[in-house]
Protein backbone atom coordinates (compact mmCIF):
# COMPACT_ATOMS: atom_id res chain seq x y z
CA UNK A 1 0.00 0.00 0.00
CA UNK A 2 1.47 3.43 -0.79
CA UNK A 3 0.15 6.24 1.16
CA UNK A 4 0.62 9.61 -1.15
CA UNK A 5 0.55 12.75 1.19
CA UNK A 6 -1.05 16.12 -0.25
CA UNK A 7 1.21 18.42 0.95
CA UNK A 8 3.65 18.95 -1.83
CA UNK A 9 0.47 19.09 -4.10
CA UNK A 10 -1.35 21.73 -2.40
CA UNK A 11 -1.07 23.89 1.13
CA UNK A 12 -2.65 21.77 4.23
CA UNK A 13 -4.94 23.39 6.09
CA UNK A 14 -6.82 23.03 9.11
CA UNK A 15 -10.51 22.83 7.55
CA UNK A 16 -14.05 23.57 9.76
CA UNK A 17 -15.18 20.03 11.19
CA UNK A 18 -18.65 19.28 9.09
CA UNK A 19 -21.48 17.98 11.13
CA UNK A 20 -23.18 15.56 9.11
CA UNK A 21 -26.53 16.18 11.36
CA UNK A 22 -26.72 19.51 9.60
CA UNK A 23 -25.83 18.24 6.24
CA UNK A 24 -28.96 16.78 5.75
CA UNK A 25 -32.98 17.30 5.34
CA UNK A 26 -34.11 17.89 8.74
CA UNK A 27 -37.56 16.00 7.88
CA UNK A 28 -38.08 12.81 9.30
CA UNK A 29 -38.13 10.79 5.56
CA UNK A 30 -39.55 7.38 5.31
CA UNK A 31 -40.22 5.49 2.24
CA UNK A 32 -43.38 6.87 0.39
CA UNK A 33 -46.92 4.90 1.00
CA UNK A 34 -48.84 5.13 -2.23
CA UNK A 35 -52.12 7.78 -1.49
CA UNK A 36 -55.39 5.74 -2.18
CA UNK A 37 -57.45 6.20 -5.59
CA UNK A 38 -59.92 8.45 -6.34
CA UNK A 39 -60.38 6.89 -9.86
CA UNK A 40 -59.22 4.84 -12.34
CA UNK A 41 -58.99 5.88 -16.04
CA UNK A 42 -58.38 3.06 -18.62
CA UNK A 43 -56.75 4.10 -21.76
CA UNK A 44 -58.93 5.08 -24.98
CA UNK A 45 -56.28 4.72 -28.00
CA UNK A 46 -56.37 8.51 -28.68
CA UNK A 47 -55.64 12.03 -26.99
CA UNK A 48 -56.63 11.29 -22.84
CA UNK A 49 -55.46 15.11 -21.96
CA UNK A 50 -58.77 16.36 -20.92
CA UNK A 51 -59.85 12.69 -19.14
CA UNK A 52 -56.86 12.90 -17.03
CA UNK A 53 -56.89 16.55 -16.31
CA UNK A 54 -60.39 16.57 -15.39
CA UNK A 55 -60.42 13.60 -13.62
CA UNK A 56 -57.21 14.97 -11.25
CA UNK A 57 -59.12 18.35 -11.17
CA UNK A 58 -62.00 16.63 -9.46
CA UNK A 59 -60.05 14.28 -6.96
CA UNK A 60 -60.58 14.74 -3.29
CA UNK A 61 -57.30 16.19 -1.68
CA UNK A 62 -54.84 13.21 -0.40
CA UNK A 63 -55.79 10.68 -3.63
CA UNK A 64 -54.90 9.95 -6.43
CA UNK A 65 -55.75 9.37 -10.10
CA UNK A 66 -54.72 5.81 -11.37
CA UNK A 67 -53.71 4.81 -14.78
CA UNK A 68 -54.48 1.48 -15.56
CA UNK A 69 -52.69 -0.86 -18.06
CA UNK A 70 -51.82 0.11 -21.53
CA UNK A 71 -50.60 3.44 -23.32
CA UNK A 72 -52.15 7.09 -22.22
CA UNK A 73 -51.49 9.56 -25.05
CA UNK A 74 -51.71 13.28 -23.34
CA UNK A 75 -50.53 17.03 -24.05
CA UNK A 76 -49.40 19.04 -20.91
CA UNK A 77 -51.32 18.70 -17.62
CA UNK A 78 -51.19 20.42 -14.53
CA UNK A 79 -51.29 18.34 -10.92
CA UNK A 80 -53.33 20.28 -8.71
CA UNK A 81 -52.73 20.97 -5.02
CA UNK A 82 -53.32 17.67 -2.67
CA UNK A 83 -54.09 15.39 -5.58
CA UNK A 84 -51.76 13.14 -6.85
CA UNK A 85 -50.82 10.69 -10.50
CA UNK A 86 -50.57 6.70 -9.86
CA UNK A 87 -49.46 4.97 -13.05
CA UNK A 88 -49.46 1.61 -12.38
CA UNK A 89 -47.44 -1.01 -13.23
CA UNK A 90 -48.07 -1.58 -17.64
CA UNK A 91 -49.18 2.08 -17.50
CA UNK A 92 -47.35 4.03 -19.62
CA UNK A 93 -48.05 7.68 -20.20
CA UNK A 94 -46.99 9.19 -23.28
CA UNK A 95 -45.99 13.54 -23.89
CA UNK A 96 -47.82 14.81 -27.28
CA UNK A 97 -44.90 15.63 -29.93
CA UNK A 98 -46.91 18.87 -30.82
CA UNK A 99 -44.88 22.07 -29.79
CA UNK A 100 -47.85 24.43 -30.05
CA UNK A 101 -49.42 22.60 -27.24
CA UNK A 102 -46.68 23.80 -25.10
CA UNK A 103 -46.04 27.13 -26.08
CA UNK A 104 -46.23 30.04 -23.74
CA UNK A 105 -46.66 32.27 -26.82
CA UNK A 106 -45.03 33.66 -29.70
CA UNK A 107 -44.62 30.08 -31.21
CA UNK A 108 -41.26 29.71 -30.04
CA UNK A 109 -41.76 26.03 -28.22
CA UNK A 110 -39.83 23.76 -30.97
CA UNK A 111 -37.50 26.44 -32.29
CA UNK A 112 -33.74 28.21 -31.75
CA UNK A 113 -33.26 31.29 -30.25
CA UNK A 114 -31.13 32.86 -27.17
CA UNK A 115 -33.57 31.92 -24.56
CA UNK A 116 -34.90 28.58 -24.45
CA UNK A 117 -38.06 30.12 -22.42
CA UNK A 118 -40.31 28.94 -24.91
CA UNK A 119 -42.38 26.14 -23.97
CA UNK A 120 -44.40 24.45 -20.45
CA UNK A 121 -43.52 21.66 -18.99
CA UNK A 122 -45.52 18.14 -19.39
CA UNK A 123 -46.43 17.80 -16.02
CA UNK A 124 -46.80 20.99 -14.00
CA UNK A 125 -47.17 21.39 -10.00
CA UNK A 126 -47.44 25.13 -8.97
CA UNK A 127 -48.66 26.17 -5.63
CA UNK A 128 -49.33 22.97 -4.50
CA UNK A 129 -49.14 21.02 -0.97
CA UNK A 130 -48.81 17.23 -0.44
CA UNK A 131 -49.19 16.37 -4.47
CA UNK A 132 -46.77 13.86 -6.06
CA UNK A 133 -46.26 11.32 -9.03
CA UNK A 134 -46.15 7.54 -7.79
CA UNK A 135 -46.69 3.79 -9.34
CA UNK A 136 -44.21 1.12 -11.64
CA UNK A 137 -45.14 2.54 -14.66
CA UNK A 138 -43.61 4.88 -17.12
CA UNK A 139 -43.55 8.46 -18.07
CA UNK A 140 -42.20 8.99 -21.75
CA UNK A 141 -41.31 12.13 -22.98
CA UNK A 142 -40.59 11.37 -26.60
CA UNK A 143 -37.70 13.44 -26.93
CA UNK A 144 -36.34 10.70 -29.52
CA UNK A 145 -39.89 10.97 -31.65
CA UNK A 146 -40.63 13.84 -34.30
CA UNK A 147 -41.85 16.78 -33.43
CA UNK A 148 -45.32 17.57 -35.24
CA UNK A 149 -44.94 19.72 -38.34
CA UNK A 150 -41.12 19.06 -38.56
CA UNK A 151 -38.91 16.37 -39.62
CA UNK A 152 -36.69 16.33 -36.58
CA UNK A 153 -36.61 15.56 -32.75
CA UNK A 154 -36.56 17.22 -29.97
CA UNK A 155 -33.26 16.03 -29.64
CA UNK A 156 -32.39 16.90 -32.92
CA UNK A 157 -33.65 20.19 -32.28
CA UNK A 158 -30.77 20.37 -28.60
CA UNK A 159 -27.88 19.04 -30.88
CA UNK A 160 -28.77 21.74 -34.15
CA UNK A 161 -28.94 24.70 -31.21
CA UNK A 162 -25.77 23.17 -29.59
CA UNK A 163 -23.98 23.62 -33.27
CA UNK A 164 -25.08 27.35 -33.78
CA UNK A 165 -24.80 28.39 -29.86
CA UNK A 166 -27.94 28.70 -29.03
CA UNK A 167 -30.42 27.17 -27.25
CA UNK A 168 -33.47 25.15 -27.63
CA UNK A 169 -37.11 25.90 -27.01
CA UNK A 170 -37.83 21.94 -25.33
CA UNK A 171 -40.24 21.31 -23.02
CA UNK A 172 -39.19 19.72 -19.48
CA UNK A 173 -40.95 16.57 -18.65
CA UNK A 174 -41.85 17.36 -14.76
CA UNK A 175 -41.82 21.01 -13.15
CA UNK A 176 -42.68 21.79 -9.58
CA UNK A 177 -42.55 25.13 -8.54
CA UNK A 178 -43.33 27.12 -5.49
CA UNK A 179 -44.83 24.01 -3.39
CA UNK A 180 -44.62 21.91 -0.79
CA UNK A 181 -44.30 18.21 0.66
CA UNK A 182 -44.22 17.17 -3.29
CA UNK A 183 -43.30 13.07 -3.46
CA UNK A 184 -42.06 11.00 -6.61
CA UNK A 185 -41.97 7.16 -5.85
CA UNK A 186 -41.10 4.49 -7.86
CA UNK A 187 -41.98 6.23 -11.38
CA UNK A 188 -39.70 5.49 -14.38
CA UNK A 189 -39.10 8.66 -16.68
CA UNK A 190 -37.54 8.33 -20.12
CA UNK A 191 -36.51 10.58 -23.11
CA UNK A 192 -37.40 13.84 -21.66
CA UNK A 193 -37.40 16.58 -24.28
CA UNK A 194 -35.49 18.78 -21.80
CA UNK A 195 -34.50 17.80 -17.79
CA UNK A 196 -36.17 15.29 -16.89
CA UNK A 197 -37.50 16.36 -12.85
CA UNK A 198 -37.17 19.79 -11.60
CA UNK A 199 -38.02 21.44 -8.14
CA UNK A 200 -37.67 25.25 -7.78
CA UNK A 201 -38.30 26.88 -4.70
CA UNK A 202 -39.88 24.21 -2.72
CA UNK A 203 -39.77 23.02 0.49
CA UNK A 204 -40.16 19.85 1.25
CA UNK A 205 -39.16 17.42 -1.90
CA UNK A 206 -39.19 13.35 -1.59
CA UNK A 207 -37.58 11.41 -4.65
CA UNK A 208 -37.30 7.75 -4.01
CA UNK A 209 -37.19 4.63 -5.88
CA UNK A 210 -37.87 5.50 -9.14
CA UNK A 211 -35.67 5.11 -12.46
CA UNK A 212 -34.36 8.07 -15.30
CA UNK A 213 -33.26 6.33 -18.37
CA UNK A 214 -32.19 8.23 -21.87
CA UNK A 215 -29.43 7.72 -23.62
CA UNK A 216 -25.66 9.65 -24.03
CA UNK A 217 -26.44 11.71 -26.99
CA UNK A 218 -29.83 13.26 -25.28
CA UNK A 219 -28.29 16.84 -24.34
CA UNK A 220 -29.59 18.63 -21.70
CA UNK A 221 -31.22 15.93 -19.88
CA UNK A 222 -30.73 16.51 -16.52
CA UNK A 223 -32.16 13.66 -14.28
CA UNK A 224 -33.10 15.58 -11.33
CA UNK A 225 -32.38 19.12 -10.55
CA UNK A 226 -33.64 20.71 -6.72
CA UNK A 227 -32.94 24.44 -7.41
CA UNK A 228 -33.66 27.09 -4.75
CA UNK A 229 -35.39 24.24 -2.74
CA UNK A 230 -35.17 23.16 0.61
CA UNK A 231 -35.66 19.97 2.86
CA UNK A 232 -34.92 17.36 0.26
CA UNK A 233 -34.36 13.73 -0.22
CA UNK A 234 -33.61 11.54 -3.20
CA UNK A 235 -33.14 8.14 -2.41
CA UNK A 236 -32.63 4.95 -3.87
CA UNK A 237 -32.82 5.97 -7.95
CA UNK A 238 -31.30 4.80 -10.60
CA UNK A 239 -30.07 6.83 -13.26
CA UNK A 240 -29.00 7.07 -16.57
CA UNK A 241 -28.67 9.99 -18.90
CA UNK A 242 -27.20 12.24 -20.89
CA UNK A 243 -26.34 15.13 -18.83
CA UNK A 244 -26.02 15.91 -15.18
CA UNK A 245 -27.35 12.85 -13.66
CA UNK A 246 -28.73 14.71 -10.12
CA UNK A 247 -27.51 18.59 -10.14
CA UNK A 248 -28.20 20.94 -7.00
CA UNK A 249 -28.56 24.16 -7.74
CA UNK A 250 -29.60 27.70 -6.06
CA UNK A 251 -30.53 29.98 -9.52
CA UNK A 252 -32.55 32.04 -7.48
CA UNK A 253 -32.46 30.81 -4.04
CA UNK A 254 -30.80 29.01 -1.56
CA UNK A 255 -30.47 25.18 -1.74
CA UNK A 256 -30.14 23.55 1.42
CA UNK A 257 -30.66 20.76 3.92
CA UNK A 258 -29.91 18.04 1.01
CA UNK A 259 -30.02 14.28 1.41
CA UNK A 260 -28.67 12.04 -1.33
CA UNK A 261 -29.13 8.20 -0.18
CA UNK A 262 -28.09 5.36 -2.19
CA UNK A 263 -28.41 6.12 -5.48
CA UNK A 264 -26.43 4.65 -8.63
CA UNK A 265 -26.05 6.43 -11.45
CA UNK A 266 -24.89 4.80 -15.21
CA UNK A 267 -23.50 7.01 -17.47
CA UNK A 268 -24.13 10.74 -17.85
CA UNK A 269 -22.17 14.15 -16.23
CA UNK A 270 -22.05 12.28 -12.46
CA UNK A 271 -23.07 13.68 -8.86
CA UNK A 272 -23.44 17.64 -9.70
CA UNK A 273 -23.56 21.30 -7.60
CA UNK A 274 -23.82 23.93 -9.98
CA UNK A 275 -22.96 25.88 -11.98
CA UNK A 276 -25.87 28.20 -11.05
CA UNK A 277 -24.92 28.66 -7.22
CA UNK A 278 -25.67 32.31 -7.50
CA UNK A 279 -27.85 32.25 -3.73
CA UNK A 280 -25.76 29.23 -2.54
CA UNK A 281 -25.45 25.54 -1.75
CA UNK A 282 -25.06 24.11 1.78
CA UNK A 283 -25.98 21.47 4.06
CA UNK A 284 -25.90 18.65 1.64
CA UNK A 285 -25.11 14.90 2.55
CA UNK A 286 -24.52 12.95 -0.35
CA UNK A 287 -24.18 9.07 1.13
CA UNK A 288 -23.82 5.42 -0.48
CA UNK A 289 -23.43 6.62 -4.35
CA UNK A 290 -22.50 4.21 -6.99
CA UNK A 291 -21.34 5.59 -10.34
CA UNK A 292 -20.45 3.91 -13.14
CA UNK A 293 -18.85 5.39 -16.51
CA UNK A 294 -19.58 8.77 -16.41
CA UNK A 295 -17.59 12.01 -17.20
CA UNK A 296 -17.12 13.35 -13.99
CA UNK A 297 -18.02 11.48 -10.12
CA UNK A 298 -18.46 14.46 -7.36
CA UNK A 299 -18.95 17.52 -9.49
CA UNK A 300 -19.28 20.75 -8.19
CA UNK A 301 -18.87 23.65 -11.00
CA UNK A 302 -19.28 27.68 -10.65
CA UNK A 303 -17.79 30.72 -12.19
CA UNK A 304 -17.70 34.10 -11.94
CA UNK A 305 -21.14 34.52 -13.77
CA UNK A 306 -23.45 32.47 -11.62
CA UNK A 307 -21.05 32.19 -8.63
CA UNK A 308 -21.99 31.41 -4.73
CA UNK A 309 -20.97 30.00 -1.94
CA UNK A 310 -20.98 26.19 -1.69
CA UNK A 311 -20.22 25.31 1.75
CA UNK A 312 -20.56 22.36 3.97
CA UNK A 313 -21.25 19.30 1.76
CA UNK A 314 -20.49 15.50 3.06
CA UNK A 315 -19.28 12.77 0.31
CA UNK A 316 -18.97 9.25 2.39
CA UNK A 317 -19.36 6.04 1.06
CA UNK A 318 -18.62 6.86 -2.34
CA UNK A 319 -17.57 4.09 -5.55
CA UNK A 320 -17.00 5.46 -8.94
CA UNK A 321 -16.03 3.26 -11.72
CA UNK A 322 -14.79 4.31 -15.29
CA UNK A 323 -15.21 8.64 -14.64
CA UNK A 324 -13.08 10.54 -16.43
CA UNK A 325 -12.67 12.73 -13.65
CA UNK A 326 -14.03 11.04 -10.16
CA UNK A 327 -13.89 14.27 -8.34
CA UNK A 328 -13.77 17.86 -10.03
CA UNK A 329 -14.31 21.02 -8.25
CA UNK A 330 -13.80 23.90 -10.78
CA UNK A 331 -15.23 27.80 -9.47
CA UNK A 332 -14.16 28.39 -13.17
CA UNK A 333 -16.67 26.74 -15.03
CA UNK A 334 -16.81 27.20 -18.89
CA UNK A 335 -14.71 30.53 -18.68
CA UNK A 336 -17.85 32.42 -18.07
CA UNK A 337 -17.70 35.62 -16.71
CA UNK A 338 -19.91 37.74 -14.55
CA UNK A 339 -19.40 39.74 -10.92
CA UNK A 340 -20.77 36.87 -9.02
CA UNK A 341 -17.65 35.55 -6.81
CA UNK A 342 -17.79 31.76 -6.26
CA UNK A 343 -16.25 29.90 -2.91
CA UNK A 344 -16.37 26.41 -2.12
CA UNK A 345 -15.47 25.50 1.30
CA UNK A 346 -15.86 22.94 3.90
CA UNK A 347 -16.35 20.12 1.61
CA UNK A 348 -15.35 16.47 3.19
CA UNK A 349 -15.00 13.44 0.94
CA UNK A 350 -14.87 10.49 3.05
CA UNK A 351 -14.83 6.24 2.47
CA UNK A 352 -14.18 7.11 -1.37
CA UNK A 353 -13.23 4.90 -3.98
CA UNK A 354 -12.09 5.48 -7.57
CA UNK A 355 -11.49 2.68 -10.20
CA UNK A 356 -10.04 3.40 -13.46
CA UNK A 357 -7.19 6.35 -13.91
CA UNK A 358 -9.11 9.61 -14.27
CA UNK A 359 -7.84 12.89 -13.47
CA UNK A 360 -8.78 14.55 -9.86
CA UNK A 361 -9.21 17.85 -10.79
CA UNK A 362 -9.44 20.96 -7.85
CA UNK A 363 -9.43 24.45 -9.36
CA UNK A 364 -9.85 27.60 -7.17
CA UNK A 365 -10.11 31.18 -8.59
CA UNK A 366 -7.60 32.83 -7.15
CA UNK A 367 -5.44 31.90 -3.68
CA UNK A 368 -6.95 34.72 -1.18
CA UNK A 369 -9.93 32.55 -1.05
CA UNK A 370 -8.69 28.88 -1.51
CA UNK A 371 -11.16 26.06 -2.13
CA UNK A 372 -11.55 23.79 0.71
CA UNK A 373 -11.01 20.10 0.84
CA UNK A 374 -10.96 17.28 3.64
CA UNK A 375 -10.39 13.57 2.62
CA UNK A 376 -10.75 10.98 4.72
CA UNK A 377 -10.05 6.82 3.82
CA UNK A 378 -9.81 8.26 0.12
CA UNK A 379 -8.66 5.30 -2.48
CA UNK A 380 -8.03 5.53 -6.26
CA UNK A 381 -6.17 3.63 -9.13
CA UNK A 382 -2.28 3.91 -9.41
CA UNK A 383 -2.02 6.06 -12.44
CA UNK A 384 -4.14 8.84 -11.68
CA UNK A 385 -3.69 12.47 -12.19
CA UNK A 386 -4.20 15.91 -10.55
CA UNK A 387 -4.41 19.20 -11.73
CA UNK A 388 -4.56 21.21 -8.40
CA UNK A 389 -4.59 25.16 -8.39
CA UNK A 390 -5.99 27.68 -5.31
CA UNK A 391 -6.92 24.90 -3.01
CA UNK A 392 -5.99 23.71 0.16
CA UNK A 393 -6.76 20.49 0.60
CA UNK A 394 -6.01 18.47 4.16
CA UNK A 395 -5.85 14.52 4.27
CA UNK A 396 -3.90 11.78 2.52
CA UNK A 397 -5.07 8.81 -0.39
CA UNK A 398 -3.99 5.63 -0.86
CA UNK A 399 -3.08 4.48 -4.30
CA UNK A 400 -4.52 1.06 -4.03
CA UNK A 401 -7.97 1.07 -5.17
CA UNK A 402 -9.36 -2.49 -6.54
CA UNK A 403 -12.21 -4.82 -6.56
CA UNK A 404 -15.34 -2.97 -8.18
CA UNK A 405 -18.17 -0.89 -7.27
CA UNK A 406 -21.12 -2.81 -5.56
CA UNK A 407 -24.89 -1.76 -5.87
CA UNK A 408 -25.95 1.45 -4.72
CA UNK A 409 -26.39 1.14 -0.67
CA UNK A 410 -23.14 -1.31 -0.68
CA UNK A 411 -20.71 0.59 -2.05
CA UNK A 412 -17.15 -1.02 -1.71
CA UNK A 413 -14.52 1.19 -0.07
Known amino acids: MQLQSLSFLATIAVLVLVH ?12 PKIPPVCTTLKMSGKDDTKTIQKALDSCANGKAVALSSGIF ?10 ASLLVKEGATLKASTDPKLYDLGGNKCGTIDELGLGCKPFITMHGAKGSGIYGKGTIDGRGDTRMVGSNITWWHLARNALGVHKLQNNPRLIQINNSMDITIYQITLTKSPFYHLVAHETNGFTVWGITIISP ?3 LN ?5 PVGTQNVTIAHC ?35 IGSETNHGVSDVLISGLTINTTYNGLYIKTNTLRGGLVTNITYENICVHNAG ?14 NNTPAIRNITIRNFKALGNGTFTFHGLN ?3 PIQVTLENVHITEGSKFSIRNAKISGTWNKDARGRCAFAGNPVV
Open 216 to 218: SYA
Open 325 to 338: SPIQLDEDYYHYHG
Open 20 to 31: DVAARDLRNVTE
Open 73 to 82: YSGPLTIPSG
Open 221 to 225: SDGID
Open 367 to 369: ASD
Open 238 to 272: NITTGDDDIAIKALTAPTKHVSVLNNHFHGGVGMS
